[in-house]
């Protein structure tokens, strides 16, 4: 049977993409660009369970997500030139970008995904996103 993601650390399985970006304990870490026009990037996804039972980071392509996009669709790198502006050197910055560029895309969709919060304990982040 075709599934979304397993993860890694515990053996979860997400059946399809909208379970995954529903489920309160997956939340955005961190956005690996791709810095060639034919290699894939990547979201990175923590899983974050109470008692420690998981806590591991997982990678997407970014190309699980295309069909979300709902603007230009830009193929060209524009990684280190001119109208570059550094965000993607940072796996970190999950902030948007205004170059037209497919790692801006890529940071267009992800403004939707649930982002992790810093500095934060596992059973804090649980409850942020639960509303608790």
Same mark, same amino acid.
């Given at each position: 049977?075709?599934?979304?993601? /397993?993860?890694?650390?515990?053996?979860? @399985?997400? /059946?399809?993409?909208?379970?995954?970006?529903?489920?309160?304990? +997956?939340?955005?870490? &961190?956005?690996?660009?791709?810095?060639?026009?034919?290699?894939?990037? *990547? *979201?990175?996804?923590?899983?974050?369970?109470?008692?420690?039972?998981?806590? @591991? /980071?997982?990678?997407?392509?970014?190309?699980?997500?295309?069909?979300?996009?709902?603007?230009?669709?830009? /193929?060209? +790198?524009?990684?280190? @030139?001119?109208?570059?502006?550094?965000?993607? @050197?940072?796996?970190?910055?999950?902030?948007?970008?205004?170059?037209?560029?497919?790692?801006?895309?890529?940071?267009?969709?992800?403004?939707?995904?649930?982002?992790?919060?810093?500095?934060? &304990?596992?059973?804090?982040?649980?409850?942020?996103?639960?509303?608790?």
């Amino acid at each position: 049977m075709n599934h979304f993601k /397993t993860c890694s650390k515990c053996s979860h @399985t997400w /059946t399809v993409r909208d379970d995954f970006l529903e489920d309160p304990s +997956i939340c955005l870490v &961190g956005f690996q660009a791709s810095f060639i026009e034919s290699e894939p990037g *990547y *979201y990175l996804f923590n899983h974050i369970l109470d008692g420690d039972q998981c806590n @591991t /980071t997982l990678m997407v392509k970014v190309e699980d997500f295309l069909s979300l996009h709902e603007g230009n669709m830009f /193929t060209d +790198i524009e990684f280190e @030139t001119p109208l570059c502006e550094g965000h993607c @050197t940072h796996v970190g910055d999950l902030s948007r970008c205004s170059v037209e560029c497919k790692n801006a895309v890529a940071r267009e969709i992800m403004q939707a995904f649930s982002p992790c919060v810093r500095d934060m &304990g596992v059973a804090s982040q649980l409850n942020k996103s639960n509303n608790v």
